[in-house]
Structures are given as structure tokens and as C-alpha cells.
């Protein structure tokens, strides 16, 4: 089968010919239609963070297709199935967090395209128990980008707690920004967007943000600030750390400040304003099967549309560069 493979941690994958993955009893096998390319994908073949894949790596964890082979213990998929295949590959289903709906916490738990092969690939291998079905209607393309940057996004903003009417300002407007204001807008919240460009900006004024600020050019905490006098929560996309700083200082009093880009830095906390503040500051990764359900649905009811850009598998390495420079506009999905 064809798949793009990352053998060295300088984010170039080689388009290779190998064997069709194999599967175990409680496992299918998917013939993968659509997979989208998330930053994550990037910082993975790029050895960025202390844990690093093993390489050789399939990257790709938003791999969506057809059912075309089903394991002797599965009973509730079969073939012709439509699913994807999230970042949550596997978990252990019987710790403290598997058991409490936080199965995203797992310790034990298996990443696709990254501790194990992914969506980059003809045919992917996959855990028939943490596998999400497509909602009918919903193509292929469309639907990838949901099983990370949707069901990431939409998680964060429940984790950020804020309510209808109140104010939440998005860091970064890429693959995941775009959709966390989409999914902001169709939770009844008040839209602050931050990234930097006329793109971008045409993009999420479109989705709904009522202010658009440039992170290259704008005051950005004292914009937000006099806007919205602070606003309840942040979400933060930006693989940035000054964006992570700025998504700490625009919350008001009692807010909530979400982390969820991963740039390979730290970031200061002033222990001061914190407490005085009592602004929280929380991580907080993909979401569970569960909420992937829940995010799949507001886009088959048309709450919320990933905007998409679609290529060939073999585009991969042009497809990381623009990444790497910040020039994708909403998510790009490679057709396989
Ligand atoms: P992306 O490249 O599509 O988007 C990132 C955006 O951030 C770009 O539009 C860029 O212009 C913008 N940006 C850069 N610096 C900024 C700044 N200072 N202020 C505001 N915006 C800024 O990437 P993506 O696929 O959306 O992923 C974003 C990050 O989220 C990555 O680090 C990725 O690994 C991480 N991620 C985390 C989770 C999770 O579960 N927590 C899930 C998926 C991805
Ligand atoms: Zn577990
Ligand atoms: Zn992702």
C-alpha cells in the first residue's frame, strides 16, 4: 500500500510502497479516504516534544474512510462501516480516567500517527473500540477534520466553562481556530479572534468573530482588554509562546485561560495575578469518544463546517511547509 512515512525527525516523509497492516481479534482494518493534516502531524516528524514517536512513523490522526476488514472479536462494526480514526487510538478502559469519562487522560493509552501508525496510508489498522462513526450525509473530506481539530476544539471551549453571552477569545485561526470559533458561535458565545493576515481574518469575521485582531501589528492585550473588559475564557492554537502569554493576560477576573497548542516551550505564570485574579489556567487534550460524537453532530446538523483545502498525499512535505510558515487557511485534507 502507498503511505507517506517520516524515517528522520526533519519533517520530510517519503512516499513509500509497504505492507498493508495486519490486524488483531479485536481490531479492523480501514481503507483511509480523507486524512487531515494537523500541526500536530508536524510537530510529531519533527521530534518537537519530550516524548517522540518511534520512527519509522505513519503520521496522520484525523484518518477517515471504510470498514474493509473486521477482527474474530468484533461484534458492533462491520464492513462498509464509515469511520474515523481519532488521535485516542486506544485507551485501557479500566483506570481511574478511563472509568471517570476522561479516557483522554489514559496512561496507558496509544496515539494514532504517533506511538502507533496512523492516517497517511491506503489502509490503517485501528482499536474497533475507539473508532467514531461518520454520521451519514457527511463526506469523507468534510468529516476528517473533526476527529482532531473539531473534537479538540469543542471540548476546550466545555472545559472553558463559558456561557451563552459570554466572551471568548480565540488564539490562532488555523485548522483548530477556525473550528473553535464555529463551535464558540453555535454555543451562544461573543467572538474575540487573534492571528495575524487578511486570510484569516476574512475567515473567522466570516464564521462569526465580532473582532479580528493582528497579532504582528496590533495591541493585542490592550485591544481585548478595552473590547470586552477581559474576557471570560481563551482558547489558545497558537504555536506560539507570546500568543499563550497574551491568551493569560486578556482574561478577566474569575476566567479561564484553556491551553491547547503545543509549542515546545514554557510558558511564565505570574503567581500574583493568578491568585488575586483567580483566573484558572487549564490544559486540555482532544476530547473522548463521547465528545466526538457530540462535535460530529453539530456539523451534521450544519452548526459548524470545516473549511477545507484538498490535495494529494504526495503534497505532504509542501503541505508542512506552509504550515511551518503559518499560511494555510483552515484545514488541508489529503484525499488517499
Ligand atoms: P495551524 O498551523 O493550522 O494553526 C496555528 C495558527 O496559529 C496559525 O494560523 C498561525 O498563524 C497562528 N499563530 C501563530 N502565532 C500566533 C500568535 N502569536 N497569536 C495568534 N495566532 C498565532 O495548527 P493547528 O493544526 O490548528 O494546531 C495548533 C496547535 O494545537 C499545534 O501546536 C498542535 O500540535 C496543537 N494541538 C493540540 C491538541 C490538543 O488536544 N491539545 C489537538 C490538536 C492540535
Ligand atoms: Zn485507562
Ligand atoms: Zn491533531
Not at 479538540?152 to 488564539?171: C, H, N, Q, R
Amino acid at each position: 500500500m502507498k503511505a507517506a512515512v517520516a524515517n528522520t525527525f526533519d519533517s520530510i516523509l517519503k512516499i513509500e510502497d509497504i505492507a498493508k497492516p495486519k490486524i488483531e481479534p479485536h481490531q479492523i482494518l480501514v481503507k483511509i479516504h480523507a486524512c487531515g493534516v494537523c500541526h500536530t502531524d508536524l510537530h510529531a516528524c519533527h521530534g518537537d516534544w519530550p516524548v517522540k514517536p518511534t520512527l519509522p512513523l505513519i503520521p496522520g490522526h484525523e484518518g477517515v474512510g471504510e470498514v474493509v476488514e473486521v477482527g474474530s472479536a468484533v461484534t458492533h462494526i462491520k464492513n462498509g462501516d464509515r469511520v474515523g480514526i481519532p488521535w485516542l487510538y486506544s485507551a485501557c478502559g479500566h483506570c481511574e480516567y478511563c472509568l471517570s469519562g476522561r479516557e483522554s487522560l489514559c496512561l496507558s493509552q496509544e496515539n494514532a500517527g504517533y506511538s502507533v501508525n496512523g492516517g497517511y496510508a491506503e489502509y490503517c489498522a485501528a482499536h474497533a473500540d475507539y473508532v467514531v462513526k461518520v454520521p451519514e450525509g457527511l463526506n469523507y473530506v468534510d468529516a476528517a477534520p473533526l476527529f482532531c481539530a473539531g473534537v479538540t476544539t469543542y471540548k476546550a471551549l466545555k472545559v472553558s466553562e463559558a456561557k451563552p453571552g459570554d466572551w471568548v477569545a480565540i488564539f490562532g485561526i488555523g485548522g483548530l481556530g477556525h473550528l473553535a470559533v464555529q463551535y464558540a458561535i453555535a454555543m451562544g458565545l461573543r467572538v474575540v479572534a487573534v492571528d495575524t493576515g487578511n486570510a484569516k481574518r476574512e475567515l473567522a469575521m466570516s464564521l462569526g468573530a465580532e473582532y479580528y485582531l493582528d497579532f504582528k501589528t496590533d495591541d493585542i492585550v490592550a485591544d481585548i482588554i478595552s473590547k470586552t473588559s477581559g474576557v471570560h475564557a481563551s482558547v489558545c492554537t497558537a504555536v506560539s509562546k507570546v500568543g499563550f502569554r497574551q491568551s493569560y493576560d486578556v482574561v478577566r477576573r474569575g476566567g479561564k485561560c484553556v491551553l491547547v497548542g503545543l509549542p515546545p516551550e514554557d510558558m511564565p505564570l505570574p503567581i500574583f495575578n493568578t491568585v488575586l485574579n483567580g483566573v484558572s489556567v487549564v490544559g486540555s487534550i482532544v476530547g473522548t469518544r463521547k465528545d466526538l460524537e457530540e462535535c460530529l453532530e453539530f456539523v451534521a446538523r450544519g452548526k459548524v463546517k470545516a473549511i477545507i483545502e484538498e490535495k494529494k498525499l504526495e503534497d505532504i512535505n509542501e503541505i508542512f511547509a506552509d504550515m511551518e510558515k503559518g499560511e494555510i487557511t483552515g484545514r488541508i485534507v489529503v484525499s488517499i
